[in-house]
């Protein structure tokens, strides 16, 4: 495991707003088949981390490799060219449109002569929901008409659907009622089996110690450390978070 | 009781709105039928009621996705004033020295360079407000000062005439009609147009086993659609033609008066023609493109739209560059109808167009919006102000009366959309 090429490295990335730094000289690394849980205060820094390599902040410094080799990732679409697929804490639906439009919005499937193919979209999308969240009907209303935890059902059909290699959620779970959170739990289990790399952003210490294999933690823009989960005590990654302090390890 | 009401509505879904916007204009027509002793839904007063609603409509139509997106658009009756200068002196006083007077090419040059124009207008509107991100109430507020002054610029003040004779067909006067024949031909063509799509988006959604409307309610629709269609076609072509007009024209083309006492019918008008050309080119960019898609996209949420990878600021760039190229082809309309271009041309029209795209449901707040609402808008509007002309309403009241119109249709429009939950 710590001999193979990392999925995403993110080396020494840098970025302030006005005069504050965001993210301060921050390195993490993701493997494929792995969960690596981002943990911190609001405001500690690690959604804008995750925001650049998602394309939606560009980075002031430091580099991003996919597979071992850099990466320019500039915006969204260029993000989407390496299989880094997201799914935002807002969920990022346009609420004024359907399930099929939100899944497909900015790749939209196309008839021979160029033009939207909403039939050809909804079939798609039927068939992915299926396996998904198989109680999903409402193919044809926007998704404002949706439950929370049908929206959050569409925004991981989008990320899913796409063949994502890297997978960023950030709070997949913090709008949700237990039995819609167990079922995002199961469909991590999945991605994972599948290959797929996953950060995960949580505010939810237990979530990530259940579901993640290691644990970055990152406080006032700086990373504290990253640790395996099996390695450390929850009391550990508290500390880690609240005093930026790291788990004081014995000598090997 | 309230809930079956609510499931009742939002199965109707948009076509309630439709069907409850067809009901008011109705209701005017009958009203004001009634109150003019029957002078109101007649061939001549329908023929000029569908020719005053072209112009507003065609710019109302480019107005649905300025709103949609959450932007606005103050400049386009001042736009239209500026693109009809521009284009009156192009065609009077260049292209004659550059193609002969009279030439037969005089009025197609000159729309493409109105179109042209609008559209270069429109764009740099567009580029100051998605890339330089100014407000567009702002941008536009300073383009309805600057186009109106431009607009006077042009020939210091003078009043351009008269229009290229071809060109002042566009404007739909007594030879600018489709005549008998062709009306017939185009409503038959229209219908047909409908019912294939009608029956060919029905086809395509069975295939992928969707579930599709019981096929009774598929054929009332049509038959709807057809009777509309044809309907219009036959009462433009029961609106004859003075005598006078139509002796000048029988001899223009070196024919003999009939002597059976058979005369000439308008049929239907060219304004209105192309108003049906930019209403399906419009509906089927907003349904069927990219280019439609990402607008509302857009206009129901920013930020999502540009997750995903949309380029916004070339969005408003696009979406404005439309927008103008609308608002010349509302020129051409306007300034052939007239027969002259002058600097009151287009006076207050941003007002009557914005006022359109909101009566036929185009919300303020983005992400809602229909053309054909928006059409039916503007007939709403132009038939209320038409039909009070008619009755004897006094001007002020008039407007009093539209202002109040408005505010009501959009308090329906937000009950509306509160009850179907959207």
Redesign the interface.
């Known amino acids: 495991m710590e001999n193979q090429t990392p999925l995403v490295e993110m080396r020494d990335m840098q970025l302030a707003f006005g005069g504050i730094k965001a993210v301060d000289h921050v390195s993490i690394d993701l493997n494929a088949g792995e969960v690596v849980g981002l943990l911190g205060h609001n405001g500690a820094g690690k959604s804008t981390l995750i925001k650049m390599l998602s394309g939606a902040y560009q980075s002031d410094g430091g580099e991003i490799l996919v597979s071992g080799e850099v990466a320019e990732i500039n915006n969204p679409r260029d993000a989407r060219s390496y299989n880094i697929e997201t799914i935002y804490q807002t969920l990022a639906l346009a609420d004024n449109l359907d399930a099929g439009s939100n899944l497909f919005l900015g790749r939209e499937l196309l008839t021979p002569m160029g033009f939207v193919d909403d039939d050809a979209m909804e079939a798609e999308t039927r068939k992915i929901m299926s396996r998904l969240n198989p109680n999903f009907q409402k193919f044809s209303a926007p998704v404002s008409a949706l439950s929370g935890g049908q929206r959050q059902s569409v925004a991981i059909a989008r990320a899913v659907y796409f063949n994502a290699k890297i997978l960023i959620m950030d709070e997949p779970t913090a709008a949700l009622g237990p039995q819609e959170t167990q079922m995002v739990a199961e469909l991590i289990q999945k991605l994972k089996a599948d290959g797929i790399g996953i950060f995960l952003i949580s505010h939810d210490i237990q979530d990530v110690m259940d579901l993640c294999d290691r644990v970055s933690v990152m406080k006032n823009g700086k990373l504290v450390g990253t640790e395996r989960v099996e390695d450390v005590t929850d009391d550990d990654i508290l500390a880690m978070i609240i005093l930026g302090k790291n788990p004081t390890k014995e000598p090997s | 009781m309230t809930k079956s009401r609510q499931s009742y509505i939002s199965s109707l879904g948009i076509d309630g709105r439709l069907l409850g916007m067809i009901g008011a204009l109705l209701a005017l027509w009958i009203m004001f039928d009634f109150f003019t002793g029957g002078r109101f839904i007649t061939p001549r007063n329908l023929f000029n009621l569908s020719v005053q609603t072209a112009s507003v409509a065609v710019m109302a139509t480019g107005m649905v996705f300025v709103i949609v997106t959450r932007n606005i658009d103050l400049s386009v009756g001042s736009l239209l004033g500026f693109i009809g200068m521009m284009m009156g002196a192009f065609q009077v006083h260049f292209l004659p020295d550059l193609v002969g007077g009279g030439h037969w090419s005089i009025w197609m040059i000159t729309c493409v360079f109105g179109i042209v124009l609008g559209g270069a207008i429109g764009s740099f509107q567009g580029w100051v407000i998605g890339y330089l991100t100014v407000p567009a109430f702002i941008v536009t507020l300073g383009g309805f000062l600057v186009w109106r002054g431009g607009a006077w610029w042009v020939t210091s003040g003078q009043t351009v005439a008269p229009l290229d004779t071809v060109f002042k067909l566009l404007g739909g006067g007594v030879e600018g009609t489709l005549g008998e024949t062709m009306s017939w031909v185009l409503g038959a063509l229209a219908t047909i147009a409908a019912l294939c799509l009608l029956f060919l988006s029905r086809k395509?959604?069975k295939?992928?086993?969707?579930l599709v409307k019981p096929f009774w309610a598929e054929i009332s629709v049509a038959a709807i659609i057809g009777t509309v269609i044809i309907g219009y076609a036959a009462f433009m072509n029961a609106y004859p033609v003075p005598a006078r007009a139509a002796k000048r024209i029988y001899e223009s083309k070196g024919m003999e008066v009939p002597a059976d006492g058979s005369t000439l019918v308008y049929g239907i008008a060219i304004p209105v023609v192309i108003l049906l050309v930019v209403a399906f080119f419009m509906t089927f960019t907003a349904?069927?493109?990219?280019f439609?898609?990402y607008v509302?996209?857009?206009?129901?949420?920013p930020?999502?739209?540009?997750?995903?990878?949309?380029n916004t600021k070339m969005l408003t760039v696009k979406i404005f560059a439309l927008m103008g190229a609308l608002t010349a082809v509302a020129a051409i309309i306007a300034s052939a109808r007239l027969g002259s271009a002058d600097n009151n041309l287009g006076n207050l029209d941003e007002l009557r167009v914005i006022a359109a795209a909101v009566i036929g449901g185009t919300a303020l707040t983005g992400?809602?919006g229909t053309i054909h609402g928006a059409i039916l808008g503007a007939l709403i509007m132009q038939s209320l102000q038409s039909g009070m002309a008619m009755v004897g309403v006094d001007a002020p009241l008039q407007s009093i009366v539209v202002g109040v119109v408005l505010m009501l249709a959009v308090y329906v429009d937000i009950v509306y959309r509160r009850r179907a939950?959207?």
């Open positions: 395509r959604k295939a992928h086993g969707f349904k069927r493109t990219k439609g898609r509302f996209a857009t206009g129901g949420n930020e999502a739209a540009e997750l995903s990878g949309i992400g809602f939950g959207l």
